[in-house]
C-alpha cells in the first residue's frame, strides 16, 4: 500500500531557532500533501494544504510565515516552523493521497517537536 | 465548531465481543467519511471508509455504517482482539475542491481486555 514517510520523527530546539520537517511519499507521486498538527489530548487539525509547483494553502489561524510550506517535486514536500516558540510544540504529521483516484489519505508518523 | 464528534472519549470492551464507536457530523457537505486507527507518537493508520452513497462498508472485522439522515456513522469491530486497543478517529471530507482535507472528531481510546 501508499506509504507516506515523515523524518525527523521527533526533535527538540530552542527558542527562537527554526526546524524543518519533510515528508515524502515513497511509492506513489502526490500533487497534494496536507500538514496537521495534534496537541496532546486533542483532534488532529489540517494546518495547510502543500501544492506542489503553487503556494500552499493555510487554514484560517495558521501564520504563513511562521509555518513555510515548500512542494517542490511530486514526492516531497517540507514544513518549516520558523522562529519557534514553545507554544509551537507539538506533533505534526504530514499526509498524501495518490493522485488522480478517490484513495483514502495516507499519513506519515509524525513528527514530535518540543521547543525549550 | 466541532463538525465531527466523537462523543465517548474512551470505549472498554472484552475480548471477542463486538466494539461499536460512534461519530456524529453536522456538515452536509461531508460526502466521504473515514476511520482511523492512532498509537501514541505514530500516525494514524488507515482503516476503513465509506461514500455518502452507501450505507455500509464491510472489511474483515471492519464495518462501517452510515447514516446519512442522521448524520451518524458507527464503526464495528467484530470480534475485538487485544492489538485493537488504540485511539479511533473517524474524519470526513466534502467533496470537490476539498476532497482531501479531513476533519477529524476528537478520538475515542479502545481498550480491549483478554
Known amino acids: 500500500g501508499a506509504v507516506v514517510s515523515q523524518h525527523p520523527s521527533w526533535v527538540i530546539c530552542k527558542s527562537g531557532t527554526s526546524v524543518k520537517i519533510e515528508c515524502r511519499s515513497l511509492?506513489?507521486?502526490?500533487?497534494?500533501m496536507f500538514w496537521y498538527r495534534q496537541f496532546p489530548k486533542q483532534s488532529l487539525m489540517l494546518m495547510a494544504t502543500s501544492n506542489e509547483g503553487s503556494k500552499a494553502t493555510y487554514e484560517q489561524g495558521v501564520e504563513k510565515d511562521k509555518f513555510l510550506i515548500n512542494h517542490a517535486s511530486l514526492t516531497l514536500s517540507t514544513l518549516t516552523v520558523t522562529s519557534a516558540h514553545p507554544e509551537d510544540s507539538s506533533f505534526y504529521i504530514c499526509?498524501?493521497?495518490?493522485?488522480?483516484?478517490?484513495?483514502?489519505?495516507?499519513f506519515g508518523n509524525g513528527t514530535r517537536l518540543t521547543v525549550t | 465548531d466541532q463538525q465531527v464528534k466523537q462523543n465517548s472519549p474512551s470505549l472498554s470492551v472484552q475480548e471477542g465481543r463486538i466494539s461499536i464507536l460512534n461519530c456524529d457530523y453536522t456538515n452536509s457537505m461531508f460526502d466521504y467519511f473515514l476511520w482511523y486507527k492512532k498509537y501514541p507518537a505514530e500516525g494514524p493508520t488507515f482503516l476503513i471508509s465509506i461514500s455518502s452513497i452507501k450505507d455500509k462498508n464491510e472489511d474483515g472485522r471492519f464495518t462501517v455504517f452510515l447514516n446519512k439522515s442522521a448524520k451518524h456513522l458507527s464503526l464495528h469491530i467484530v470480534p475485538s482482539q487485544p492489538g485493537d486497543s488504540a485511539v479511533y478517529f473517524c474524519?470526513?471530507?466534502?467533496?470537490?475542491?476539498?476532497?482531501?482535507?479531513?476533519?477529524f472528531g476528537q478520538g475515542t481510546i479502545l481498550t480491549v481486555h483478554p
Open positions: 499526509s498524501a493521497r495518490e493522485q488522480g483516484v478517490r484513495s483514502p489519505l495516507h
Open positions: 474524519a470526513a471530507s466534502a467533496g470537490g475542491t476539498s476532497y482531501g482535507k479531513l476533519t
Open positions: 511509492d506513489f507521486q502526490a500533487t497534494t
